[in-house]
């Protein structure tokens, strides 16, 4: 159910029975020369909206702009500061409870949202608010990935080429696929550390032209292979979700003793 | 020429010779029994897309949630704090001119969007970072707004039922136009002042159903002849704001005499 | 009851029985060659004081700085930035809730703070704290208005020119009127429009002496009838909104079906 | 020179020849049983106002809310948050430099506001803006009013009262100064601190009626000559600050040896 | 019990028991030619601990960097903004009332952080969090201080020479002593105003190599006669709180009348 | 060099030539029944303080309570919301800088701390302040730890067991070593995921006792091993960092072609 599409009454039908709601979210940013800069979020939307039509539950629209800044370098970066993107997600994500809302998967697709998603997530648990967790399709399917890609890399790499090959594939320049293994890196983010440190901050920092591994390995067929496992994963975890009782998803309350507890078995004061 | 679509070398090409996007804006709200929640978002989106194909000027991403608070008590609406949503276009414009972006008109479709679209844009326009400007297509074309209609009404009326026909007509639940006629209300927001003041704010003050104006008179035809006119308004705004000279965008200087130039003529200090 | 005139008992018998209170708010910005700076906070605190004497209802002190910037390019204009702005009114206002008032009336002067007191309004309402609302004097009789001046211009005008000749005729330069109109401009916001766009965002941009219309039609007699007319209107207000019960002014509950309704119906979870 | 009574072209020829502006600041707020709430802003004012008369300087509108939320407990005492009040006045100071004031006097009344003052004078001051100093009126002439008065107190004591009776004696229940007197203390800061430490945070808890000292002893005579003695204070520090060259004003350097000038003595790196 | 050295079962006892703990703050900052620039810190965490262990109440460790932008100009001065430092330590208290702590004693030792953890404590006040409450150790000591020094200084002087010689002597250059005092000034701050204004920011306005009084008079033996004098008032403040009614240490309620009892009275409305 | 003992002169010294410090950061939060709640910043000062000792390079003071929310179940865990930790670690960092201190390393010893320490260092990266990267130690030598631990566990397991045995073995309680295995788990966060997401918040969903691991491995000979291991990592940290022209360190430029670059060429405007 896509939120967008609806109108109000069919909406308040659904809010009366349901709970859930799912976010797409990614960002508008360089994937390199072969890729659009909204792969990110076209990849979001696409794997949000298909989970929710196959089980039902809401899908709002995505938020498409995200904390890109370390791609900055390439043309077409767009970004908002961190705490701006967490203040937008947060507003939203909170007043969704105003009509029952509050579980909430964000369908993210861009690594640079985890912490923020995670931080957001983390406020709204703390006060009793709403449970939002982030899911981030690759990392729902690495066995998969590792098996049918070389040298998948972090960004921009034959995952994302092969998704996009899938859902859009008039928009990957094919013949640009060399290139872009070429004039980027093989890249592995524990290896790169100097003495235990990440010396690093933007992309261009280790990749000239902004991606890593090797492209060429992508098909629309693994992609149509990734975009159904992926599916499958989050169709499952919204499942996962809508059984859990809300009172196990909320804080545990604090151990025992509790504060106070031996003054008023005392009578003391 | 859509962001979202284009890889970083084809970006690249843009900025070194031009200066100027579209931000598309509206809201995720309600828009009474017979129109899609996304209405606002989605007439912004296909009117920034359509002018920016017809003139290849930039077009990003669309921000699909806004201020709507006021339309909160019916189910589906979506919204951010003021502040927030302030805040997040103004960090994704400010970082637009890091790579040259300098110009920005925000399509918007959503009332409740404008005074903070205004007010970012001042605050861009006060320290000289860009000159970005909000567009509103129904204030585009009032005369044929009049003429077409005979009570547009302010929000889910005639105009945008149309519109939406337009745009994607299976999201308009025809069977619903007279409820949303008779169910709402026929409302002039200057006239129902108290004695000078407005002394509502929410949507459900003055409509039980959310919308105004009377649906039954919208065609797709009419909606195509708006989008038609609305389109052109757009595009002869995109020209000429490429026209202007950036120093005439820019704030003039403080008016003569100059703080500190008599002191200065006197050699006095 | 004029607030900083009283001692606690008095203002402890009135919140006893009261929860009503007036603020005055304007601006200090220049009016152009002929008009004092003050001249809105003195409207605005002239009408506020007027109407609190006549009716018994609290009124505070005035707020004598607003949102100004537009005109800044003029010496001696001041401002505040407008989150500023809105955070000081806000926190003035819960203040007073303290003490009972829960319905205030913002008497204003200055059209650059409308949408501000409106956000602050908004954001009182939407929480239930308390019921504030926007009053501009002008907006009160506008037919009166349209009746006594041809040109009546929306700064610095006949209309503001006759109130302070009326309130404080010392502070006007009789001698310059014909200078402040020939100086300025003949202004109409709608029709300056690009292709629907406000295009300026600073008063010099449209007027190089810092005002609008025709000045020389204004006089004391004209003066005292605008205030007279403006003081009815507010008088009015103020005894309308002490009628309304308090439930009335609050937000309206979310439509049906509730939610979770469904699942309570159902016994389900 | 009266800012608010001024057109824009005189204020025009004083920023050409002159940096410094006076600004009052008080406090709306309880004065125990015999004194107005607006008290404090009054005197800050009134004393504004006499020396900017005497001496050509500018003087803004006054700030009448201030950091009073430990009065709160009594009838009408308005307040903002401390954090509030200072972004309002570091805001309205900053945007004067625009005119080219440079050099502020914070002609303050209110003891809970002092030392936000001072935090706001330490952010223009440390980032060059500006050389905004706090002056409170009472600080100027303490030997006076030690000889004046047998017990001062601190807050709505003889040495307000005095001052009322002078600029507004009307205002001043007579009839009640006994009252405050003995519903009120004699109250020592110092003295009653608990081992070291100030262990109240509101007015109520050492006052019963909000006043401290012997109010009886007040007459509008010595009123009139606390007014006179402050105003030369005032009129003086004027004086003195209008003559110190500007780059006095502004920071220290760091003292050497200057960060990094060994590198560079030593031609390393 | 320190709580850094506590493991969670033990500090479970404590809080069952008990609702009082000990925060020891100061700066780094430069405390002139001979002692350490964590002096303030240091002497914080000593009496703190040592009040702790002889009382057995919670001690937190200590915050290292304050409010110290005002000696900013010497080698080494470490500082955070003052909003940066209020909620750093609003944010710490708040969250220990959590675990049922509800009284603080800010054990402070640089006269620099003295407004901003009144204004903490103020917030926490309020509403009616928590009471925490700040104690600066010459404050409580202020006769003994008299007696051993001549010239004690307000920073830099022969009290904190003294304290440090007690408890790190070998971080004091002794040979410098001669080097701070004429280096240095004899400095009375309410003698350095001018017409009753604070005209300076910085320490070196004050005195050229950071500090102020009479270094050599200070022994290790008065440092230990300082610190047992200190510490008995800590501990002596400690049990005066921890003896308080939890009632007694929150905010008075409102003077009567009470808001609207009035109308209830009348049965009105 | 440890900052809080020196004394300015020195430290101008060190300023003059060296750009370099070192900021040890941990947290104060529960580690289990056995260890104390400091073990994070006594590691993170300890590893600090003798890699400052080794070098000469300037080690500031610990900052001793962060981000720990998801630890506040248990006992005694003190924390700051995470955007506190962050304004207050960039205030600290960039007020180095006035110093001439602009290459940072904060010797971090608190997962819960990472996130947040690189976003803050890319604020001060992406503007050009300063150069400040986090370095976590059991990062730096994580063969060594798999090779001396058969289940070292992600919080209060055997590795930081084995580092406080060696830095202050009294605070273990070895006692307790058993309890704290058998009351943990041996915990997995990747194999944790449910269908790609990480479900939890809270150190309490995943462990009763707030650990992880088998502690009864540790032993202070094998802490000594990992001490002196990490700390040779984090001196050759130091000493790469320092090696490095400042240049490299600071953001790459835009790629090109350059914004605007195609209009200059062609002469257009």
Redo the contacts between chains.
């Keep these: 159910m896509y939120?967008?599409?609806?109108?109000?009454?069919e909406?308040?039908?659904?809010?009366?029975?349901e709970?859930l709601a799912v976010v797409p979210l990614g960002s508008?940013e360089?994937?390199?020369?072969?890729?659009?800069?909204?792969t990110d979020?076209?990849i979001a939307e696409a794997l949000a909206r298909e989970a929710s039509e196959r089980t039902g539950y809401l899908c709002?629209?995505?938020?498409?702009?995200g904390v890109s800044?370390?791609h900055?370098?390439?043309?077409?970066?767009?970004?908002?500061?961190?705490?701006?993107?967490r203040?937008?997600v947060e507003?939203?994500s909170r007043?969704?409870t105003?009509?029952?809302?509050d579980r909430i998967?964000y369908v993210n697709a861009h690594g640079g949202n985890v912490?923020h998603l995670?931080?957001v997530?983390?406020r709204l648990?703390?006060d009793g608010t709403a449970y939002a967790?982030?899911?981030?399709?690759d990392?729902?399917?690495p066995e998969l990935i590792e098996e049918v890609f070389e040298t998948p890399g972090p960004h921009g790499g034959p995952k994302e080429t092969a998704m996009i090959m899938h859902l859009?594939e008039e928009?990957v320049?094919e013949d640009?696929l060399e290139d872009a293994r070429d004039g980027g890196v093989t890249f592995d983010a524990d290896a790169a550390?100097?003495?235990?440190?990440?010396?690093f901050?933007?992309c261009?920092?280790n990749s000239p032209n902004?991606v890593f591994g090797d492209q060429t390995d992508a098909t629309p067929e693994i992609g149509a292979e990734l975009f159904e496992a992926a599916t499958e994963?989050?169709v499952?975890?919204l499942e996962?979700l809508d059984e859990q009782?809300f009172a196990d998803l909320m804080?545990?309350?604090?151990?025992?003793?509790?504060?106070?507890?031996?003054?008023e078995r005392?009578g003391?004061?």
Excluded: C, K
């Excluded at 909406?11 to 029975?17: F, P, S």
């Excluded at 967790?133 to 399709?137: A, F, N």
């Excluded at 804080?251 to 031996?262: I, K, Y």
């Design positions: 939120l967008p599409h609806q109108r109000w009454p909406l308040g039908e659904y809010v009366a029975n709970s508008t360089q994937h390199g020369p072969h890729l659009p800069e909204g979020h076209m709002t629209p995505p938020i498409t702009v800044s370390h900055r370098q390439f043309h077409g970066t767009m970004w908002v500061e961190p705490s701006v993107f203040d937008y507003s939203l007043n969704l105003y009509h029952g809302i998967v912490a995670r931080e997530g983390q648990h703390d967790i982030e899911w981030m399709w990392e729902s399917i859009a928009l320049r640009r550390r100097v003495h235990g440190a990440t010396t901050y933007d261009i920092d902004g994963q989050l499952s975890l996962w009782p804080p545990d309350p604090h151990v025992d003793p509790q504060p106070g507890s031996g003054r005392d003391a004061r």
